[in-house]
């Protein structure tokens, strides 16, 4: 691995910002390896100097965020085409991330929350955002065309590498290089130590030789622990034992309970209902269920807030009309 790229398409940015968190030791891992091309952060790379590049001229390409825009689409497969290995960087390439709660609503609702009904918006004509317009009359001016749903990057192209985060732990980071500068793994794997955020997290008390006990109430996140036994005994909705653990367990070392922004454990697969099994697994308590039902009333935002695009039914499931018969 000599060229590397980075691509942001439908994220924050946070992912390629988990780079330069490296610091001085950023210098050390980027040893040997040249950045090539990055848009729209890092370079001012152009799409067409994406374009004029020879096939597979890059190494690694990595890209961050989701698929929510045609343009994003339109340079993704550029960038496979261009590259001999692509890695979906972060959870929002990986499963959609943040910004796939959007396919919990219509692209009509997102455009009248966004350009219509926000208390900062003055929009007294109710213009929506157009793909093409013309200006004086004679320049064709265009927008990317705004996609129903926000899809990972694997629904698009072949993705050789996947890396979990919100972003990336730094420490990750600089490991993942590592990896793929000398053996990189077998293509489709993910990237990880392999281990979950419980078995990484100080609360556990497995390792103690303790059996954890059953949920017999329900906390929400404002309310603050009571020891330093495990979040899930005390009634928080912690998603470790379903989440990557390569941040360390960041969140719980400051007694906030996992939210799955990690990604989830490779073997997982539809993230949010291995949430709810291990959760219900703990659940012996008459009424528990109606706690977690009062106390979270979009229950499936919460534990598909990173993940809900990659999950078995990604969105919200749509009402159609029936023509009854006799």
Known sequence: MNRIAFYLASGCSGCEMSFLDLSERLLDVMDGLEVVWAAPLLMDSKYHDLAELEDRYIDVAFIEG??????????????????????AF????????????????????????????SVTVDNPDGVYPQTTTLLNGKYELTLPTFYERVVP?????????YVGGCPPHYDHVAKVLEVLKKEPPE????????RAVCDVCPRNPVPKGEKIKMMDSVKRVLEIPSDDSCLLEQ???????????DCRAACINVNMSCRGCGGPMPSAGDYGAKVIDFISSLIEKDGVVDEISRAYPSLARLIYAYTLPSALIPGRVRKYHVREVD
Do not use: M
């Open 187 to 194: 293509k489709g794997s993910w990237i990880t130590s392999g």
């Open 90 to 117: 972060g959870v929002c390439a990986t499963s959609g991330g943040i910004p796939g709660l959007s396919n919990f609503h219509s692209r009509e609702e997102v455009f009248e929350t966004v350009y219509r009904k």
């Open 66 to 87: 989701g698929i929510k825009l045609d343009e994003q689409e339109e340079i993704v497969r550029l960038l496979r085409k261009k590259s001999k290995v692509l890695v």
């Open 153 to 161: 990057i694997d629904r698009i192209v072949e993705v050789d590498y």
């Open 235 to 245: 009634g928080f909705l912690c998603f470790g034992p379903a989440s990557q653990g």
